[in-house]
């Protein structure tokens, strides 16, 4: 009878066994968990509707476009001009007292010469009296180029204290493209054979190396003593064409100075 019992017993669990491993078909597949879901967007293949006329260019293609590199010249930043050095003297001269200045002026634009920047000086003596002075413009100067400015003028104070100069701001209008503009640079105007020809009289030769006609020029003589400016001359020179060289001659228009270095060189007007 126990033997009837287990015998039966056995049987059950084994029917129990088997309908317990039957699957549901509605939980076949796996169920990941949320941390390893991936979604994806449609993706819609629009090669077919690309022509040939909406390629993307080439990077080079792009660089060198006439439209895209005109843009980026009209878009520099121009920049206002750099006194590189200035240095003056006083001189009594003629019951007048003159005021000589020389002044080296940087163009730091790569694309733009600078057209006829105003170059201005403010003296003050020592009981702080001030006396404004203005030069005039000075010569158009080339995009990158150094050049050499120089004069001289009469003033009132007579015990100087202080000389203060300024580059006055430049309008928009003062800036052109050096190619387009034909302004000379420095090294154009090649000074050359300077003599002695008098007692404070020189003369020399200048050629133009520009390819252009050079119609308004000055020519000045720079007098130094132990390497401190004493004095400056100057002379308006004849028009001068291209690779043409022509000479001129400088005499002082003062006296009784001393010096041991001179400097001639010939700028634009």
Known sequence: MKKLLALVLVIMMLFMTACGKKEDPEQSEPVPSASSVVSYEPVTDTSSDVSESSEVPESSDILESPEIQQSSVIEEEKLPLNVVSFEYSIRYEMSDFYLFY???????????????????????????????????????????????????????TEEIDEVEYTLKPLKETSYALQNDSGVPYAEDLSVSNVEKTGDIKYSAEVTNLSPVKLTSLKAS??????????????????EVAPGETISFTVSSWFSGFDYDDIEVLVTPI
């Open 102 to 156: 020389v002044a080296k002026v940087e163009n730091p634009n790569v694309l733009y010469s600078v057209m006829m920047p105003e170059f201005s000086l403010k003296v003050k003596d020592k009981t702080a009296k001030e006396e404004e002075i203005s030069s005039g413009p000075l010569c158009d100067i080339a995009a990158s180029d150094t050049q050499v400015f120089c004069g001289a003028c009469i003033i009132t």
């Open 221 to 238: 003589v720079i007098y130094r003593k132990d390497g401190k400016l004493v004095l400056v001359d100057t002379k308006s020179v004849d």
